[in-house]
């Protein structure tokens, strides 16, 4: 890792309307955006190999806290030289904080002002997150983007749990922050990330806006959304909600999403992605298309010598046709789940960077309509 390069430096070099097109640059390299990051639960991307991912135009990745710290465990990966070395991926790693899995695994926890108490879902065994064992988690695996510990609760939930929960993770906010700073080996060469909570209230919003603001990141999340509210309501929030943030600082929506959901929100303003589903739907069988989304099993596929999609310049599109894939899903081969994902990745590896050109030449209007709809048209030959 070079010293010589900035810790961390976002530099927006174009925009069209709220959108931003620009890098940001960090020890381990340099993060076009807007980006996305396929996601690594457990420091792999599910069927593929790193440089393969790589390969796809993927600059980060993302690990996940909850998930690596049960197993292998985040003291192992550390004396195994972090978890770039352990993975065998030298560019930059975004680690999530473990709050999403405190909503999502919500029977087995409990939950206090100190942090959340929770039974692991592998064996039973009892552990504590709190705002400064999440740092130190993610500090051990080595992430170069390191994220604050934060409650996450279902948007259908009552105003009084939305408000108590946004208080409480402001509040973990800043000891997640003086965790970080209290290792400044660690945070001498990589960043920290702030999250925005308060659900679907824009005034909830903006005092966690404020509040995550007078802590200080170095770039800020839109949490809480993509947890089943809905296109229409996600983007309803993300008309007001970026604007409340830092324009100086990079802007991440978490576990986002669709390609009609990541096209939407660059319009309104956001730099950084990640989602499963790209890697998930490969090993379901499901490809993305420029004319939307088909299901490889489908019997009208059996003998299509096509590619996936006639548009794209990916290893499998110009090796394998619709046919070979069909049969190896069909067939349960583990190639299929392979060049299913690998596709997948390009595609939106691609995406992103048809966005950042649209941005660049003052046409993402333009470039979104006509996305949208074709994509929405179904009619992927």
Request: glycine share 10%.
């Amino acid at each position: 890792m070079s010293n010589t390069r900035p810790r961390f430096e976002f530099t927006i070099a174009a925009t069209d309307g709220k959108s931003r097109m620009g890098t940001i640059a960090m020890r381990r390299g340099d993060i076009r955006t807007p980006a996305f990051m396929p996601v690594g639960t457990a420091a792999t991307v599910k069927a593929m190999k790193p440089q393969d991912v790589r390969a796809s135009g993927a600059d980060i990745l993302l690990g996940n806290t909850y998930h690596l710290m049960l197993r292998p465990g985040a003291e192992r990966v550390a004396r195994l030289g972090g978890l770039h070395e352990f993975m065998g991926w030298e560019r930059p790693i975004l680690t999530d904080s473990g709050g999403y899995q405190v909503m999502s695994l919500s029977e087995l926890t409990t939950r206090s002002e100190e942090g959340v108490a929770f039974r692991s879902h592998l064996d039973g065994s009892r552990h504590l997150i709190t705002p400064e064992r999440s740092i130190e988690i993610q500090r051990l695996l080595g992430s170069s983007i390191t994220m604050a510990f934060d409650e996450l609760v279902p948007t259908t939930s009552t105003r009084e749990i939305q408000v108590a929960a946004m208080e409480r993770s402001m509040r973990w906010a800043k000891r997640s922050r003086n965790a970080f700073e209290a290792v400044p080996d660690h945070a001498a060469d990589n960043a920290i990330f702030g999250i925005q909570q308060g659900a679907l209230d824009e005034g909830l919003r903006s005092a966690s806006a404020d509040a995550l603001k007078a802590i200080g990141f170095d770039g800020y999340a839109v949490g809480g959304l993509a947890v089943g509210e809905g296109q229409e309501a996600m983007f309803d929030v993300l008309d007001y909600a970026p604007g409340q943030l830092d324009p100086a600082k990079p802007r991440y929506l978490m576990g986002v999403g669709k390609p009609d959901d990541i096209v939407g929100a660059v319009e309104r303003g956001i730099d950084m992605f990640d989602c499963v589903l790209p890697t998930r739907s490969g090993r379901t069988g499901q490809a993305f298309t420029r004319a939307g989304p088909i299901n490889i099993r489908n019997a009208r596929f059996g003998e299509d010598q096509g590619p996936i999609d006639s548009e794209c310049l990916c290893p499998v599109c110009g090796t394998w046709s619709r046919a070979y894939l069909h049969h190896l899903v069909r067939a349960g081969e583990i190639l299929g789940a392979m060049l299913m994902t690998e596709h997948n990745l390009y595609f939106y590896q691609a995406l992103m960077a048809d966005l950042r050109a649209a941005i660049a030449e003052q046409r993402l209007r333009e470039f979104a309509d006509t996305f949208r709809m074709r994509y929405s048209s179904g009619r992927a030959e």
